[in-house]
């Protein structure tokens, strides 16, 4: 049983890892985000979470974010869903 709580445990929290702002060219940028929701599916707030940061990162260049594309891929019992955004700062 301690092993099983562990393991949960590790789940979460590596469930949760962002992969931070990757640029894809040089004005497109990309975040992709794990989830994980018990029972599967994403959680509600790992989309706003990547919109938060998208928009963080372009407020430092004085700059809005605007979404190119955003792909939502829910997670099933045992394996995270995955969030990733695609956005450029205007």
Known sequence: ????????????????????????????????KNTVKFGGGISASAAAEVHEEA?????KQAKKAETIDLQLVPGRA?????????????
């Not at 301690?2 to 789940?11: D, E, P, Q, R, T």
């Not at 928009?55 to 407020?59: G, L």
Request: charged fraction near 10%; proline fraction near 2%; aromatic fraction near 10%.
């Open 1 to 32: 049983m301690k092993y099983i709580s562990f393991a949960a445990l590790a789940l979460i929290i590596s469930g949760c890892a962002s992969s931070g702002v990757v640029p894809l060219t040089a004005d497109k940028f990309m975040i992709s």
């Open 78 to 90: 045992g394996s995270a869903g995955n969030v990733t955004l695609q956005f450029r700062c205007i």
């Open 55 to 59: 928009n963080a990162f372009c407020t």
